[in-house]
């Protein structure tokens, strides 16, 4: 497998653009994480799903912020409009039987991250 | 509410010595611990990973160790080498299959 696909890799856009980032989790992993990390804040928990249904967005920072898996093979975050204080890196990881499952190691895989400059 | 914390924030030491990195929790009840490695620009990799029914993991020259009632663990670095020089994230995973992450320690080995 190719591992965790992310695109775009780099996003540089203007303030009030509409940004959308894509992640190809890795087959068979049924669980999806966005992240958005910052130096000043680190790794920041946006929203995961399960079997492609939203479980927690609570890390959502606001309404101008959406994600959508419509499959098992794809999901979008999606920033509506930009501010210049969303730029950081934003990473998806993949799982598979979640983490909460004894038995099952629960490993995460994270992709190579899509960094997002807004101006 | 789950936090982690990693000290110290950075750390540099002698290439060949021997290091311990260490990760603290507020929640006792996770499921499992992980440690991670991220390399500048890069996504991360994941290390080693305990289960909350074990005390520790290892692979190679790494050792991670878990005290759930503590909320501690460690990462041991044995005879350290100038390719271990990168950011090591610890993460927990709650009951509610949240996982959620220290700011990490940036590692400086000195050739």
């Known amino acids: 497998d190719a591992g965790v696909i992310q695109s775009p890799r780099h996003e540089v856009t203007e303030m009030g653009q509409e940004v959308t980032l894509r992640c190809k989790p890795i087959?068979?992993?049924?669980?999806l994480f966005w992240y958005r990390q910052t130096m000043m804040r680190g790794l920041e928990l946006l929203i995961y799903?399960?079997?492609?249904?939203?479980?927690?967005d609570s890390g959502m920072p606001e309404d101008r912020f959406s994600a959508k898996m419509p499959n098992a093979s794809f999901s979008t975050l999606k920033i509506q409009p930009s501010e210049p204080r969303d730029s950081a890196v934003y990473f998806c990881?993949?799982?598979?039987?979640?983490?909460?499952?004894?038995?099952?190691?629960?490993?995460?895989?994270f992709g190579e991250g899509s960094r997002l400059t807004v101006l | 509410k789950q936090e982690v914390t990693q000290i110290p924030a950075a750390l540099s030491v002698p290439e060949g010595e021997n290091l311990v990195l260490n990760c603290s929790f507020t929640d006792s009840a996770i499921y499992n611990l992980q440690w991670f490695r991220q390399d500048p620009g890069k996504g991360l990799t994941s290390l080693l990973l305990?289960?909350?029914?074990?005390r520790e993991q290892t692979s190679g020259r790494l050792n991670a160790s878990l005290d759930k009632s503590s909320g501690r663990s460690t990462l041991y670095i044995a005879a350290s080498q100038p390719g271990d020089s990168a950011t090591y994230l610890c993460?927990?995973?709650?009951?509610?299959?949240?996982?959620?992450f220290g700011k990490g320690t940036r590692l400086h080995i000195l050739p």
């Open positions: 993460a927990v995973s709650n009951r509610d299959d949240k996982i959620i």
């Open positions: 990881a993949s799982s598979f039987l979640g983490q909460g499952f004894s038995g099952n190691t629960g490993e995460l895989f």
């Open positions: 799903f399960n079997n492609n249904v939203p479980i927690d």
């Open positions: 305990i289960q909350s029914s074990q």
């Open positions: 087959s068979g992993h049924d669980y």
